[in-house]
Nanobody
Framework: QVQLVESGGGLVQPGGSLRLSCAASGVAFSRHVMGWFRQAPGKEREFVARISLSGINTDYVDSVKGRFTISRDNAKNTVYLQMNSLKPEDTAVYYC???????????????WGQGTQVTVSS
């Protein structure tokens, strides 16, 4: 029933930008905290960003602060991750997630998308 679908990933050069989208269905979107996580090969899934129900409160992992921006459009049931000044170390599969608790812990989120690949390489 619940479906989260990420899009917008791809190949980009260092310093470039991408905007990821996550469209939600089967979820009371406006009643859920939304988060972005990423997982690089051989590494654990890492918190990237989160956004509160209203969208007024946001949080980021230190490594992306000043470069990434999370936002949401509750009317469209969509959360976004604008990624600027991309670095090779940003290369990973990016996942969106929905939960009821405003935390950075992956285990606190209830629903997950399948992920979208972001590759930063020259």
């Amino acid at each position: 029933q619940v479906q989260l679908v990420e899009s917008g990933g791809g190949l980009v050069q260092p310093g470039g930008s991408l905007r990821l989208s996550c469209a939600a269905s089967g979820v009371a979107f406006s009643r859920h905290v939304m988060g972005w996580f990423r997982q690089a090969p051989g590494k654990e899934r890492e918190f990237v960003a989160r956004i509160s129900l209203s969208g007024i409160n946001t949080d980021y992992v230190d490594s992306v602060k000043g470069r990434f921006t999370i936002s949401r459009d509750n009317a469209k049931n969509t959360v976004y991750l604008q990624m600027n000044s991309l670095k090779p170390e940003d290369t990973a599969v990016y996942y969106c997630a929905a939960g009821r608790i405003f935390t950075v812990l992956a285990r606190s989120y209830d629903y997950w998308g399948q992920g979208t690949q972001v590759t930063v390489s020259s």
